[in-house]
């Protein structure tokens, strides 16, 4: 019966806090704009801003209209490698990762387990929504960028949203409680990151608790590791798209960024010919070469030790990719490929792994949060935080 008065008191205030209301077409929740829209701005900041309760909320469109460009210092704008390598890649396989998350994981239905009766959580990056509803006394409401996933929690019965992590659509002290699970490595710059935790915070009550988990860069399978792609292997040059953080490849130099050496084999390299025979000036190259292969595989050598940027294949098995079109337009693109060994085809989820205190560092800037434990779990970095005002 006192249960029963709780739940429909969150309801009650479940329905004030949410800043976007919504419509469900197919089970699937969409935003919709309240009608006291005060503004419509232009670029990829802000489609349109929303008033509840004496606040508001810019909310960044889906897309973007034709002629509008994308500022690189906008932490809102979605770069490009996340775009493709995670948007669209979770969008197009969808169904064959839900049936893959299944199984809990342990601290994280700890700490659900611990809240108060009544408290209402949000799941940012909710996947299939396989944490919401994990504690029966508590009230979930998750959000994701792939609408896809969003749909498979509709259709289980969860609420859920589509929504960015680094804008978050509700209104600020909404919550007493909010998880990020393995969402945070998926953004590309530090920024991002860094701002997708401000929102997690700004979105709970004072006094309200977060827990943060990301893939980690000390991996215990390292036989795992091998498998992935470095990024800063795979482009020679630099991440191209608005946003992206610059990683240049070891060989990708030019002139002024070579050294000058204080031994004389580069000044031979420039000798006049008449004053150097051909067998001099050969030894003299050769002799340069060497020490410029060692240099670079020292330089090599530093970077893949401190790698943290990667490609992480999915396999997604040839009778999943033929219920969508979206695998034939990503083999056709040349954003997926097949690997007929495994009957499957493969698309690339771009991670940046995290380094032990690097979610420290991150939060360490917050004026109105505090750490209540870190700890080192299955291969990931865990982070609970408290909101103090």
């Not at 929102?199 to 590791?225: C, H, M, P, Y």
């Amino acid at each position: 019966m006192i249960f029963d008065a709780v739940k429909a008191k969150n309801y009650s205030h479940l329905a004030r806090a949410v800043c976007l209301s919504s419509i469900v077409f197919d089970r699937v929740f969409y935003p919709v704009i309240f009608s006291a829209m005060r503004e419509i701005k232009r670029g990829c900041s802000s489609a349109f801003s929303t008033s509840v309760s004496g606040e508001s909320r810019d909310q960044p469109p889906h897309s973007m209209g034709h002629g509008q460009s994308c500022s690189s210092t906008n932490i809102q704008c979605t770069p490009e490698i996340e775009k493709t390598y995670v948007h669209h890649v979770y969008d197009a396989i969808a169904p064959h990762f839900s049936a893959t998350r299944f199984a809990k994981w342990p601290k994280v239905a700890a700490f659900l387990s611990s809240l108060p009766v009544g408290s209402l959580v949000l799941d940012a990056g909710c996947g299939n929504g396989k944490y919401l509803g994990l504690n029966p006394q508590c009230f979930f409401v998750g959000c994701d960028i792939s609408s896809p996933l969003v749909k498979i929690c509709a259709e289980r019965g969860h609420e859920a949203v589509v929504a960015d992590a680094v804008n978050l659509p509700y209104r600020t002290g909404f919550g007493d409680a909010a998880i990020s699970i393995a969402v945070l490595h998926h953004l590309s710059s530090e920024s991002r990151r860094r701002k997708a935790i401000e929102e997690l915070v700004r979105v709970v009550r004072k006094g309200g608790l977060v827990l943060i988990t990301v893939w980690a860069v000390e991996q215990e399978d390292r036989n795992l590791v091998s498998k992935w792609t470095p990024l800063t292997e795979k482009y020679l040059e630099e991440w191209v798209g608005p946003g992206s953080p610059c990683v240049r490849s070891p060989r990708s130099f030019n002139l002024e960024s070579i050294p000058e050496s204080e031994d004389n084999s580069s000044q031979e390299l420039f000798k006049d010919p008449k004053e150097t025979s051909n067998g001099n000036l050969d030894e003299a190259v050769q002799l340069h070469v060497q020490k410029e292969d060692t240099r670079w595989a020292s330089i090599s050598a530093e970077l893949k030790e401190n790698q943290q940027e990667y490609f992480v294949p999915w396999h997604l098995p040839y009778h999943r990719a033929e219920v969508s079109g979206a695998s034939a337009h990503a083999l056709a693109n040349g954003l997926a490929k097949k690997d007929d060994k495994k009957g499957a085809v493969v698309y690339n989820r771009y991670y940046h792994v995290f380094s032990e205190g690097e979610l420290q560092r991150l939060v360490s800037n917050l004026g109105n949060t505090i750490i209540v434990d870190h700890f080192f779990d299955k291969s990931n970095w865990c982070i609970v935080l408290k909101k103090t005002n």
